[in-house]
């Protein structure tokens, strides 16, 4: 249950692009990732990434999505699912020249 309040919360953060906010929510998930499923841990990370992109940490964001890329590659998802499409334009978005926020 705590881990959805720090997910929601951070989320909600992030909405409202209040990006230090939401990543020091989201901070209290890191002990809790390595025991969340794939779902858990794909779409936290996918907040992550988001949090380091609004702050303008593009090579911290880089390195999460290198590692997320790995998970979602091992996990049986149609190529249309919404996080595999998710993931394709945050790829694309960051292998641009230079990201804007």
Request: glycine share 4%.
């Amino acid at each position: 249950v705590l881990t959805s309040v720090y997910y929601n919360l951070g989320a909600t953060y992030l909405a409202c692009k209040a990006f230090d906010k939401a990543v020091q929510v989201f901070e209290n998930l890191k002990p809790y990732l390595d025991d969340f499923d794939g779902w858990q841990w794909i779409l936290s990370y996918q907040k992550l990434i988001l949090c380091d992109i609004g702050l303008g940490r593009f090579e911290e964001a880089r390195e999460k999505l290198k590692r997320a890329n790995d998970r979602l590659s091992g996990m049986s998802l149609p190529i249309k699912h919404s996080i595999v499409v998710s993931f394709k334009w945050l790829n694309h978005y960051m292998k641009s020249a230079i990201p804007k926020k």
